[in-house]
C-alpha cells in the first residue's frame, strides 16, 4: 500500500465512522423490565456445578450485572439481569478444591453459545437433516404427552426408552423413578469412554461396583497403567491437585510416577518413568510385577485374598508370568520388570492404577483384575496413599446398555437426555440407522448433534447455571460427596429444565403416574437432603469371590497383522475428551499440551518410522481399517510405538454448531464394533489399520509450537523397543 | 504493491487535505464550544483532554474523535426526562441512582423504580401513563448513559469511596438542579481528577484510577 492509498482509505474511514456515529440507536431490540434488584458493579459469587464431565467439580460462578440479549414471553429482547461471567473452582468443595480444568473453565460458553436452542423446535425435514421449526412448550409438551398416552393405550410401556449418561446422582435416580412408575424398563446409558470394565473388576476384587479414589498425595511410588489421571481419566482435577502435593517432597522424598503405554500421553509426559508397552498386555506387566514380588519374598501371596483369587494361578507364584514371560509378551525387558517390582515392593505405600486404552481390549477385564491384584499384594487398598472407594449413600441404579435397545426390540418412543452415539460409535455399530427405525424420539438437549438432528421434537433444558443441579462424585476424596446448587442466574431463553418437563408430563399424562413424583426438580432434591447427606459406611466384601479366576487370553484385534500392521489408538483429547465439549470455542482454542495442535485432527505416528515411510509433519496421511477409511495430517510423535498410530477423539462433527462442524475427522467412524469380553463396552482400542502417505501438507494441521519440545530420555525406551 | 516513488508518493491530492481540516476544524470547534463547565474548576488543556491517539480504535474516525474528545454534550434518551423537577420536588440523586453508595456504578433506574412514586403521583400525565403502560407490558426504558471513559484510557472509577468522602454529585455531574435532560456538564479529563485529588489529599498514584 503506498501512502496515497493510505490517505485515501483513511479518509473514507473517517468519514464512514462520522456517518455511522449519526443517530446509531444502539440497541434495536426491545428493553424488558429487570427481574432483580442488583448493585451494579458489584460480583458475587454462587456456587454450582460442572456438568461437563462425570468428576461433579463444585464450582463458583462470578455473577454481575450486565445487559443480556434474551426470550422472554416468546419475544427477543435486552434485559439488565445477573449474569454468569466466570467459572472458577470453588474452594470448599471436596473435589474440585478450588481448581479447576481448562473444560470447566470453557463450561460458562455453554451459556452463552450463539447455537444454543433458544426454544422447541419440531422436525420439518428428513431425519438427521436439522431441519427443526419453532413450536411452544405446550403443544411440544401435548405432542410427548400424546406419544406417552399412545402407548399407555397400547398397554406397551416398555417401548419407551431414555437414554441418558452414566452420571450417579439423584437425577439419575428420579429419571429410573419416573420409567418405572411409567412401567418403562430402566434408563439406557451410554459414554464412548466408559470406566464400567474398571467398575466390574473392582467388583470381583474387592466387592465395590465403583470406580476407585487414588490417594497420590500420601503415595511414595505410582505405576500407572494407560490411565490418563493428570488429563482426561476420571476426577482429573482432584487428582492433579494430589499429584502436585506428592511431588512436593514429603518426608520420604520425591515421590516416583512410572507410566506404562503405547503412547505418550499428557500423564506420561509427567512420569518419571515411561515403559514402552505392546497394546493390550498391561495386565502381563502388571502380574509380572507381582510375580517378582512373591518370589523374591517381599510380599506373601496371600496377602492379595479376594483379589488375588480372581486370577488364575495367583496361588501359585504366577509361573506362568516370569519376568523372562513377561518381556516376551509386553516387550518390557525382564530386568526392567525386575527392578519395577522391587522399587514397588520398597516403597510403601505404592499403589497401581489403570483405566483408558488397556482396558479398551478385549481382554480389558484381565488387566484390572491384575492391578487390583498387585495392588493388594502390597497391601495398597483401604490405606493412605493406597486405592479407597468413597462411600455411596445408596446402590447405583440399574441402567441397560445402549446395544440392548439397538440390538433387541426398537423401542417407540426414546427420549434423550444430552448424549450423542451417533457421534461416538464405530459407523459399523449402525446407530443412527436404529435410531432411523424409532418412531418417536424426543430430545432434551441444549444443541444440535448428530444424535438429537434425528429427533422429532426438542425440548431443550437450561443450561446448569439456569437450573438446580446435583453431584454425588463417585472418586475423587476419601470422604462421601453429595452437592446441590440452585439456579446462579435467571434463565435466557425459553428454555424449561429437563426433571421439570418430565415431572410435569408425569402429571398430565391421561392416567397420571402413581404414586405422585415431586413438583419439581428443586422439591425433590431438597426432600432428599438428609437422604443424601448419610455417610453410610462402606462395606467391603471381603469373602470369597462367585468369579471363577481368570485366565489370561492374549488381545484380540480386529483386522488381520499382515494387512493392517498399525495398531489404531484413539484417545479422549484433553479438552474436547469424547467429543462432546467440541463446540465450545475455547476448548477449540486450547492446544493440545503433547502436540500443541489446535481446530484440528491430527494422527501421531512414530518419528523414525514417518523417516522411513517418506512421512514429514503435516502430510496427509489415509488411514483404513476394516471399517472405513479416513484421512489426516501426521504428526510425527517421537514417544509412539513404530507399530501404532494414535488419534485424539473429539473432531469430526458434521452437525454440532459452528464451532465443531466440519473439523477435522472423527476416527471413533472406523473403528471395529468389537466389544470387550463378558460386556457390552466398545473395545476401542482394538481396531488395527494400514497407512498410506497421500500428498503433501494441505495445511490442516494448525499447531501453537513447532513440534515435540522435549523427547523421551533414551535410557527409558523412546516406544521403539518392541 | 511495490513501494511508491518520492515522486508519486509526494504528492496529496487536494481532497485529502481538505478533509483532514475539516475534520480538525469541526473537532476543535466542538471542542471550544462545550457548555456547562462549572467555574472554579481547574483550567483544561488547550485539547481538553489527555487521551493518546493510539491505533486501539476501530477506524481512524474513531481515533481522531478520542484523540480530540469531541463527543456530544447531550445524548439522546427515550424520553427528555427533567432532573430540574424531579429535584426540585425533593427527591434526591440516590433515589434513582440506586448502587453509588455501595459500588463502582451509579444504577440507572427502571421503570419499576419510576413507578414507586409515580403509581400514585401524577397519574394524569400522559407520559405518566405510557409509563405505567410499559411497566404492565414487562418493557423498560433505554436509557444512555452519559458519562463514561474511552476504554483505551484505563481508568476505573468508583463511586462508593467517592461518596464516602463526601464528595457532592454536583462536583462531577454539574449542578442538575439546572438541567432538564442530562448532560455532560463536566469533562473529566485527568486535570480535573488529579487536581481534585490535590485538594482533598487523596492519593494520585497512577494505580488508583488505572488499573
Redesign the interface.
Known sequence: ????HF??L??I??????LT?C?NP??QL?????EDD?????ATWKPSICPLCSAGCGVIARVMEGDAEVF??GQPG???MGLAKKLEGNPEDAISQGKLCSRGQAAIQVTYHPDRLANPRQRTGERGSGQFADISWDEAIKELIGQLDALVAANDQASLALLTKPRRGRRLDLLAQWLQRFGAKAPVTFELFSDDVLRRANEISFGAAQLPTLDFEHARYVVSFGADFLGTWNSSVAQSAAYGRMRQSGPGGRAKLVHADARLSQTAGNADEFVAIKPGTDGVLALGLAHVIIANNLRPANNAGRSGAAIEGWAGGLAAFTPAEVEKKTGVPAATVERLAKEFAAATPAVALVSGAPLAHSNGLFHALAVNALNALVGSVNVPGGVTFIPQPGPAVATRALNEILQGAAPKVLLLDDVNPVFASPAASKVAEALKRIPFIASFGSFVDETSAMADLILPGHSFLESWVEAVPESGSAKAVAISAGPVMRPLFDTRPTMDVLLQVSRQLAKPLAPALPNTFEEYLNSDRAGASKDAPLRYDTGASKDAPLRYTDPLFDGDAAQFPYHFLPYASQTLSDGSTAHLPWLQEIPDPMSSAMWCSWVEINEQKGKQLGIQQGDVIEIASAHGTLRAPAFLNPGIAPDAVAMPVGQGHTNFTRYATGLGVNPIGILSPAVVADTSLLAWSSTRVKITRVSGPDQSLIMFGGATRERPDETHGRGDEH | MAFPSRKTAGAWPNWALAFLFLVTLATAACEFASPGQPSGMADRSRWGTSAVLTPAHATAGDAITAFFDSRPDTIAQPFDFSHQIHLSKGAVCTDCHTGVEQGPRAGLPSVNTCMICHSQIATDRPLIQQLAKMQEQGLDLNWNRVYDYQPQAHVRFNHAPHIAAKVACATCHGNQQEQTVARRAVNMTMSFCVNCHKEKQASNDCLTCHY
Not at chain 1, 500500500?1 to 496515497?4: E, N
Not at chain 1, 442488583?38 to 458489584?42: A, E, Y
Request: proline share 6%; hydrophobic share 40%; glycine share 10%.
Open positions: 500500500m503506498d501512502r496515497r490517505i485515501k483513511t479518509a474511514s473517517g468519514t464512514t465512522a462520522a456515529a443517530g444502539e440497541h426491545i428493553r424488558f423490565i429487570p442488583l448493585v451494579p458493579g458489584i422472554r414471553n435486552v434485559i439488565r
